[in-house]
């Protein structure tokens, strides 16, 4: 099941606690999406194809060469269509989360409530 990312920087934001990090996109990129630092350092949409090592959540949209920010670790409101309890994992499809674990198991964290997303990544299965 994937889970719904509010479109806007108004409504993604990082809650009391969260720890966050400005970065650099290599990509286009939504506000809310799982976000992974790739090779050149330039941050993209993360997908679980491969194992992800560094997985944020941008906190708002932007383009390449925008410097935004990410929660790297911490609740972030925003989410929308989360099951309370559950763990929330990378989807196979890029920038997208899910209560279903994908190729590669990442979790990105679990959902507090239905519209909050504790980011705390873990890398479950490096098969």
């Known amino acids: 099941m994937a889970l719904a990312v509010a479109a806007s920087a108004k409504v993604v934001k990082p809650l009391r606690g969260s ?8 990509a286009t990129v939504a506000a ?32 390449v060469g925008d410097k935004v920010d990410s929660v790297c670790f911490g609740p972030v409101a925003g989410i929308t269509g989360a099951t309370p309890g559950a763990l929330v994992y ?16 990442t979790i990105v964290g679990y959902a507090p409530d239905a519209t909050t997303l504790f980011v705390q990544p873990q890398i479950v299965d490096l098969t």
């Open 19 to 26: 720890v966050v990090r400005r970065v650099t996109l290599g």
């Open 32 to 63: 809310g999406a799982p976000i992974t630092e790739q090779s050149d350092g330039y941050w993209d949409e993360s997908d679980s194809s491969a194992v992800q090592l560094t997985v944020r959540i941008a906190v708002q949209g932007g383009v």
């Open 90 to 105: 990378l989807s196979d499809t890029a920038g997208e989360l899910s209560h279903t674990a994908g190729t590669k198991s």
